[in-house]
């Protein structure tokens, strides 16, 4: 019995270990030295505290319950003041996520005018003479200043799509890729494709053209 009696002591006395992942994650975050976002209205200051905490909290497996209370952490003079403000009702919704707080941030500290040009040029996003590459980046770069314009995926797809040039535009209708990323690679391969056939036709072309020359000759 004594020995029993002791046994429960030491356990309650020391708890079992939490898991690592749980137990110091704010350490874990704080070791990767992530910046402060101080509130100014710019958004490519935004955009890379943003990516950077992105990248933090992937490389340290954040949990998603986590993420707003360690990224608000990192609030500085306006930032920190806005939160102190609107925190409270925004931890109040229900499924207020990370994600929400990016959304939030962006509303915020975005300029109004910034805002605006954006999503007008979004309306009338045409890939024009960007490469498959360029137009993706483009469109999704965009995107975050209308999402009105793309509430759904599949309204993303049909943007997307509707915005590339003419054949693969004609491709990717009849095909009807499901998801935004389906409808990017198909682009790419399309895009690939009418790279190869045009290759071919310059080369059987120049192969003519010195053919030519030599009967002149």
């Keep these: 019995m004594q020995t029993l009696s002791n046994t429960l002591m030491h356990n309650n006395n020391n708890p079992p270990p939490q ?3 749980n137990r110091d994650i704010g350490r874990q975050v704080s070791s990767h030295r992530p910046p402060v976002f101080a509130g100014k209205e710019d958004p ?5 505290w943003i990516r ?4 933090v909290f992937a490389v340290v497996g954040c949990p998603e319950d986590r993420r707003v209370e360690l990224a608000t952490f990192y609030f500085s003079h306006e930032a920190d003041l806005w939160w102190v403000h609107e925190g409270p009702a925004c931890l109040e919704e229900p499924g207020f996520d990370w994600s929400a707080l990016k959304d939030k941030l962006r509303e915020r500290f975005y300029p109004a005018p910034v805002r605006a040009a954006m999503y007008e040029e979004f309306l009338h996003l045409k890939q024009g003479t ?6 993706h980046n483009y469109f999704l770069e965009l995107a975050r200043f209308a999402r009105v314009l793309v509430p759904t995926e599949a ?3 049909d943007k997307f799509v509707f915005g590339l040039n003419y054949e693969v535009m004609k491709a990717l209708t009849v095909s009807k890729p499901r998801t935004f990323n389906e409808a990017y690679l198909s682009a790419a391969d399309l895009y690939r494709v009418q790279q190869l056939q045009r290759g071919s036709f310059d080369s059987v072309r120049r192969r ?8 002149e000759l």
């Design 52 to 55: 950077a905490l992105d990248k």
């Design 155 to 157: 309204a993303k797809v």
């Design 19 to 21: 898991p690592a992942g």
């Design 44 to 48: 490519i200051l935004l955009e890379e």
């Design 130 to 135: 960007q490469s498959e590459v360029e137009y």
């Design 208 to 215: 003519g053209e010195g053919s030519g020359q030599q009967t």
